[in-house]
């Protein structure tokens, strides 16, 4: 008995000196952040009304002072302890350090009662607040029992298609994103309206975003093959048309038909008006493709007063511009024979198909792209070539740096550089290869281009945006002195109160992100937006899944609300198809405050996917908190 009364008393002593170790570490580990944050806001005083810094700019601060310590092995002995390790501190730094330095205190010193303290305006509960305060301010009221917010890329459409405007804000869209680096003020005008009105029938608030283009880095536009449409026809295992192809030939005094997004509808030409006047469902038109071959359209049916849709049961190559004979109907019943020549349409861009060491010469826009040309024996004669529409970075490019295009799905170096443009050679595609288009972005992820922070076509459409967006989207932005830049022409505009999202798109708007928000949220409501893919772009897909949980942490610290986005739950968006990795992503989604979701056919079933989730997922999760609510098993 003596014996293990003395154990006991060892035992005891050795927690008791644990307890008294961790004690010491703690606070140093509190001075060294208290003075730290200190030392880092004084670079920061004129951002500041009176140089009086906010919380949330002081817990930033301390914040970045405590994350440069490596506190794995701390955060192990206190858990052991029974103490907060520390690891959900973002919010409120000095306060969770606090709350663990007075119950050590207290276990060590039973003379030491309570640190005199109000805990609702120092405690945890306070930085959520603050946070959930501008998450308020920026996107209004939640959806119904929803705690976090949907942001809906709105398609053309939106501007004409009520309806569907209607249908996103009864399903949960909370803010509407326009990307002002499409259509004009005419259509963001009508978007806008459309929005105004479902929100005063539907009772429900949306906040406008309007996202400036930013500086365009897209490729430049293909040489066009020959102006032939191939018609295609389905056909069964014994060669049988199950599906004829199909076209619609328009008036004439309408307007010449071009191809479209096959989403969008078929492939469309015109006719003089007094032949199209002349067609009946059942005629049959004759025509003789570029192969020389005779093939015949069935006029099928009126679409519009200026739409007839026809029919061709067999595959043929229509030529522009090729004569149409309209012959007896599909029953044999005599018809005036007419003929006319078909509107001219172009043909499509050639198709340039890089691998992997194939070479790819980078030009201006000037130059329209082309597929490589090779001779008889299978030597590359002449490169493919594509422009690129912003030339002053090609001028900025050097030897070995690295080149992305079409979101990184195809990874170049630069090899050489000459007067007829930069020779890159490809180092990664698909293994069946990758397909350049026109008009799909590309990143100079090494290399300085030091562009303005605001181009000729973002300051020209900042006075619509001061005049009707709640928010306003910064594309591009890498450090404080561009959002300077920003603050400074929204003031020109009266526009100060203005709430800017800054979209993180590059590593150095990454690197710089704590001066930039520490730079800006004396004098601006701030969100931040989280572009995922030129991120993944930049740094790769392994930093990327790195990097996101970084910003969230960051920014729960400044109480800077976010925007997850890019390609959540766009196999729905897109194609109505629902992917489980896709359902993953968007639980974990819920951590931030907004999730944003792009335009697509199958939007409003994208919305309503991701709305279920996020409201399964807040039972579950808050930030890093799990919340165990009771299970039913």
């Known amino acids: ?60 601060a301390h914040y970045l002072a ?23 501190a973002e919010s409120s730094v000095l306060s969770t350090l606090d709350a663990v330095i007075n119950l050590l205190m207290r276990a060590t010193d039973k003379n030491v009662i309570e640190v005199d303290k109000n805990p609702h305006e120092f405690g945890f509960n306070r930085g959520q607040q603050l946070l959930e305060q501008h998450t308020i301010e920026l996107f209004g009221a939640y959806f119904e029992k929803s705690k976090a917010h949907v942001m809906v890329t709105l398609g053309t459409d939106s501007a004409w298609d009520y309806p569907l405007v209607n249908a996103l804000l009864s399903k949960g869209m909370t803010c509407a994103r326009i990307n002002c680096a499409h259509d004009n003020p005419q259509i963001w005008q009508a978007m806008i309206r459309n929005i105004r009105r479902a929100e005063a029938e539907t009772g429900r608030s949306c ?41 619609i030939l328009v008036n004439g005094q309408v307007g010449a038909g071009q191809t479209v ?28 493709d570029s192969r020389g071959k005779c093939r015949q359209f069935i006029v099928e049916q009126l679409l519009a007063d200026s739409e007839w849709q026809v029919r061709c049961e067999q595959g043929s190559y229509l030529i522009s511009e090729c004569e149409l004979q309209l012959l007896a109907d599909a029953d044999g019943a005599e018809t005036p024979e007419l003929t006319c020549k078909i509107g001219r349409f172009d043909g499509l861009p050639k198709k340039i198909l890089l691998f992997k060491d194939d070479l790819l010469l980078l030009t201006d826009a000037s130059q329209l792209g082309a597929p490589s040309v090779i001779d008889d024996q299978g030597v590359t004669i002449k490169p493919a070539q594509i422009g690129c529409t912003l030339s002053h970075a090609i001028n900025r490019l050097k030897v070995g740096d690295p080149v992305w295009i079409d979101d990184g799905k195809l990874g170049a ?159 729905i968006a897109k194609k109505g198809t629902k992917s489980r990795p896709e359902f993953t992503d968007a639980a974990m989604a819920v951590r931030a405050e907004c999730v944003m979701l792009n335009k697509g056919p199958y939007i409003i079933d994208a919305l309503e996917a991701l709305v279920n989730v996020m409201i399964r997922m807040q039972e579950h999760q808050h930030k890093k908190f799990p919340r165990l609510r009771a299970l039913h098993w």
């Open 413 to 571: 170096v630069v090899e050489t550089i000459s007067e007829q443009g930069v020779l890159l050679r490809v180092t990664k595609t698909r293994s069946s290869g990758v397909s350049i288009l026109s008009d799909k972005g590309i990143n100079f992820p090494e290399t300085d281009l030091s562009l303005p922070a605001l181009s000729q076509k973002d300051l020209e459409d900042l006075d619509f945006v001061c005049s009707h967006a709640d928010l306003i989207g910064f594309s591009f932005v890498e450090s404080l002195a561009d959002m300077g830049c920003l603050i400074d022409e929204l003031a020109k505009r009266s526009a100060t109160d203005l709430p800017i999202i800054a979209k993180i798109e590059t590593n150095r708007a990454v690197k710089n992100l704590p001066e930039i928000i520490l730079g800006t949220i004396g004098r601006q409501s701030l969100g931040i937006m989280i572009a995922r893919g030129d991120l993944a772009v930049e740094l790769g897909s392994a930093r990327l899944a790195e990097i996101q949980e970084e910003l969230l942490w960051l920014c729960e610290a400044g109480h800077v609300p976010v925007i997850w986005a890019t390609q959540v739950l766009e196999s």
């Open 66 to 88: 405590l994350r440069q310590f490596d506190l794995r092995h701390l955060q192990q002995r206190l858990a052991q302890v029974g103490l907060s390790s520390l690891g959900r």
């Open 207 to 247: 906040r406008v975003l309007m996202d400036l283009a930013g500086h365009k880095i897209r490729t430049g536009a293909i040489e066009l093959g020959p102006a032939v449409h191939h018609i295609k026809v389905k056909r069964d295992a014994y060669g049988k048309t199950v599906m004829p192809g199909r076209l």
């Open 261 to 288: 997004h096959e989403d969008a509808g078929l492939f469309r030409v015109t006719v003089p008006e007094a032949f199209f006047h002349s067609l009946k469902a059942g005629h049959r038109l004759v025509f003789e």
């Open 1 to 60: 008995m003596v014996i293990q009364d003395k154990m006991s008393l060892i035992s005891h002593d050795s927690y008791c000196d644990t307890l008294s170790q961790l004690l010491l570490d703690v606070c140093e580990i509190r001075s060294h952040v208290v003075e730290n944050a200190d030392l880092r806001l004084t670079k920061y005083s004129e951002y500041y009304r009176s140089g009086v810094f906010t919380r949330s700019a002081i817990n930033l």
